[in-house]
């Protein structure tokens, strides 16, 4: 008995140590954000200060906010969509009409992502200058969409999975086709993985900076864009860079705040089904 | 007219056969059943015939047209899964309704027919519940009316009673051979209990290993199994199988037993030596004097209505002896076994049936 009750201890301990480390980087943002330039850089580090809200009125007059989170909602929203839209009918095929190659096609959809972004920044961006979509939103949601897409195809596939193929042969002798068992039958049942993985992937596009930063500029780039404009040759500012991040993660951190027991739902859904 | 006719049908998966040349006629109006052991081909032919599965060699007819290559929904069938495979998250009434609503079938008279069916199988009370709140029974029901409410040509099922306990299972049964003759429906299903197959079928098909082993009605099966595997498989207890040498002696053929005994056998067109297999039915056995043979009783088994005993025949080889009697004999007691001629079976050294 004391010996499980020193291990809870312990564990408790370290769980709250952990936890404490990895949001510390948002717990110092937060308080910089509200600070002024000097004390920011003070050192020793200040914890008690005189909170100002002038970085925020800073940054709003340097970079228009709205139109940048207006373009983190339509590449968000809008990458995941088309996502979804163009891997469900995948995901489907693969998990009920296999054939010997599947499951190569599926570890070589795995495989864009082992390549850094990096490496085919200049062609895609030279394709971006002919195709004359450079700084454009169908640019940026159609590179999102893109990169997501293996993950998408990926969590959908394992979601479908969990379905009975036989309700979806049920379906087939009751007269519904692929889209129909998709729409009738499919989607119904794997709603909580659908919408798990929606989520995730509206996550993963917010944050997204990489392209962002190299294929858009003011007219289409997102908060990620405005979050860079920040740090620059100029040189660093601490404290405006601090209110430009916590307003840019602010919505997705409620986003995912709010859907977090839809998310931890999804993601468990075969476990505990 | 609803038959169903399979021409040399085989399945291949990659470079393994699963379905090795199936010919057979389904007549219409016909409960026909496939048994077999498991893993046998039963549900891979049963989901040829419905489309599920594509036919690697051979002709699917049904009602004489070609059915290779039509799609499941357009062959006019319906089929019972062994998980009755209801959709989830719609309610009964959304599930028997769901062909129906695919096909564009106004709304009322959807729910007319759905009604009609919920009625034959006492589902009316259940139609706005969800599957997960419906017992094992009542979902079997259910997937039944979902094949109903399509009134298809021909009704698949693949052994729809196998999730069921013993005594629903009973009961299901019969609920099924009424719905075959209510219906006037041509059936087809699939089961690996041998039970199930006697009571229900007009003709029973016997597969292993994706061969048919015979075709026939109940009675022919029992009466006249064309080899061991069919004299083993159908029949319960199972038929005791005794292995055997041929021997003629004075212008009589014995069979001598392995276990060292000598029985009077009919004249076989087999060489002196040959080695041949004796079927002879626990129910055909008698513990009467004046039998060809004896034995040691080793064990009884007292069901009530009958007795089962199992007698050793010599070396270690069991017998076994239904009677109605319920104390025929004592463990130990040495026992004479007879029975009646006509009701042995002979098997080739090949297994087939000989008489
Ligand atoms: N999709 C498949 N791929 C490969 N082999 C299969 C497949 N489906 C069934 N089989 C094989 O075919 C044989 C017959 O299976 P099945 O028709 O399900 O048997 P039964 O219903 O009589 O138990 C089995 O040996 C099984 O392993
Ligand atoms: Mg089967």
Redesign the pocket.
Known sequence: MVKNKRALVIRTVLGWLIAFIMAFPVFWMTLAAFKTEMDAYASPPLLVFTPTLENFAEMNQRVDYVRHAWNSVLVALGSTFLGILIAAPAAYVMAFHPTKRTRSIMLWMLSTKFMPAVGVLVPMYLMLVWLDLLDTRTALITITLLSNLPLVVWMLYSYFKEVPAEILEAGRMDGAGPLKQLRYLLVPLATPGISSTALLCIILSWNESFWCINVTAVDSGTLALAIASFSNPEGYFWAKLSAASLASVAPILIFGWVTQRQLVRGLTFGAVK | MSGVELKSVRKN??A?E?IKGVDLTVRDREFVVFV?P????????LRMIAGLEEITVGDLLIDGARMNDVSPDARGLAMVFQSYALYPHMTVAGNMGFALMLAGVPKAERDLKVRQAAKILQLEALLDRKPGQLSGGQRQRVAIGRAIVREPKVFLFDEPLSNLDAALRVQMRVELAKLHRDLNATMIY?T?DQVEAMTMADRILV?RAGIVEQVGSPLDLYNKPANTFVAGFIGSPKMNLVGASVSRRDGQTFAFLDGGQRLPIGDVSLKDGAGITLGLRPEALLLSAGGAARGEVSVIEHLGGETLVYVDIGKGQLLTIKTGDQQPARVGDIVPISFDPSRLHLFGPDGQALN
Do not use: E, I, N, W
Not at chain 2, 38 to 45: A, D, E, P, R
């Open positions: 998966y990659g393994v699963v077999g498991s893993g046998c081909g039963k549900s891979t032919l699939v690996h597969l």
